[in-house]
């Protein structure tokens, strides 16, 4: 077994093979290219902590958000590939505050969150939001109404365009902050 990171904790471990099988990884921070650990990656446990994990190296690809918990298949929640990077989700106490704006590089018009919201075509009448600004906390971005459909993860900083997360086709269509419940 491989352990990657301080402390004696083991927030997630990572398996070649499906259902915990094969040589694993332990995690316990960031990591941007699994391939030097091991050669695939099909299944997980998260013993604490909440984590994104990526398809591609360097935090690129198709993303999923994990909790604490078993994932004996990553096929059974919609990805296709073999997980290739991961992120660690800080557990964040405070408040929350996002900005959005419909055009890339802080343009157009602009609409302030504090808390989660299922559609923002219907709330705010924004057909897209194209750049944000987080100040507080951590979210998660869905194409999808009702968080549903792939996702993004932004932590606190500025985006100038959602399409530099790889996510050249995404629409955002709702947004939920991550609380400190992982």
């Known amino acids: ?17 499906k259902n915990f099988q094969g040589r694993s990884y332990e995690c316990m921070s960031d990591c941007a290219d699994m391939s030097s650990y091991l050669s695939k990656c099909n299944s997980c446990r998260v013993e604490s902590g909440c984590f994104m994990v990526y398809e591609r190296p360097n935090y690129t690809g198709n ?17 296709s590939g ?3 990077s991961c992120r660690l989700i800080p557990q964040h106490r405070g408040s929350y505050r996002m900005t959005m704006y419909e055009r890339e590089n802080f343009q157009g018009k602009s609409y302030e969150l504090q808390e989660d919201c299922n559609n ?3 709330r705010y009448r924004m057909p897209d939001c194209q750049s944000c600004s987080v100040t507080d906390g951590h979210w998660l971005m869905y194409e999808q109404p009702h968080y549903r459909g792939r996702m993004m993860y932004l932590r606190p ?17 709702s947004v939920r902050r991550i609380m400190d419940s992982c």
């Open 120 to 122: 923002i075509q219907d």
């Open 157 to 173: 900083g500025e985006y100038k365009s959602m399409r530099d997360g790889g996510y050249s086709g995404m629409r955002v269509s």
């Open 82 to 84: 073999s997980i290739r």
């Open 1 to 17: 077994r491989i352990k990657h990171g301080k402390g004696n904790a083991h927030p997630i471990i990572f398996y070649e093979d």
């Open 63 to 79: 993303q999923h958000f994990l909790r604490r918990g078993e994932y004996s298949d990553y096929n059974s929640f919609g990805m």
